[in-house]
């Protein structure tokens, strides 16, 4: 497979349409609902709350306050990339048993066979699935606040968001190849150097993510889609890298 971003946002179109089949809608189901009640909670604070961090980055009284008009395009991209993190990370956290599952139903549909380490009840997976989304929060936390830090900071805050959303691409390549890797037993670390391997091609899958969670509606499905998505990656390509 080609290493570029349009290949990887390929994958996240075929994950789409895998949720669809009627054999994995009830494992789409409940990470579904965990997806309309934290997106909705954080939508609805983070619009209440943007004015006020525009008058906190900005202050009209500033002489900088001419940007505003500008800058506030890129800060509400910035907010609404916030949210998708956020949801991200505290969605993942309830449903990660569940995309577990789902990883293992996609990748039977596509080799026929379910990996040797998967399997079992929701209780089974329940640890193993939390200490995953707690390496990757760690990861998250220790790069997203000097990002955050950047924002503060006039002048390199103009730049802040695109930074952002680079690395928000990553780490949602990162956040939901964890699920067929892990099924596989592979580590964090592991999974890192092979999503490097193919370094565009993750950077496509999680940018396509992104955005697909920026749309009303479709954001709701993007979670599982990205899972089953990520499925295909590792199926096709992720699988063969070399450590």
Known sequence: MPNNPLTGARYLIRGFGLIMRPSLRRFVLIPLLVNIIIFSLLAWFGISQFQELIDWLLPEESWFAFLRWLLWPLFALTMLLVIV???TVLANLV????????????ELILSGSSPAQAGGSIMKNLIPALKSELVKLGYFLIRVIPLLILFA???????????WLLFNAWFLALEYADYPMANHNLDFKTQHIRLKAARLT????????TLLMMIPVLNFLAMPAAVAGATVYWHEQLQKEHH
């Not at 449903?95 to 996609?106: H, I, K, R």
């Not at 900071?153 to 930074?163: D, E």
């Open 153 to 163: 900071i006039p002048g390199v805050n103009i730049i802040a968001p695109f930074l």
């Open 85 to 87: 993190y956020s949801f």
């Open 95 to 106: 449903a990660a048993p569940f995309n577990s599952q789902l990883a293992e139903q996609v």
């Open 202 to 209: 993750s950077l496509g899958f999680g940018g396509s993510t």
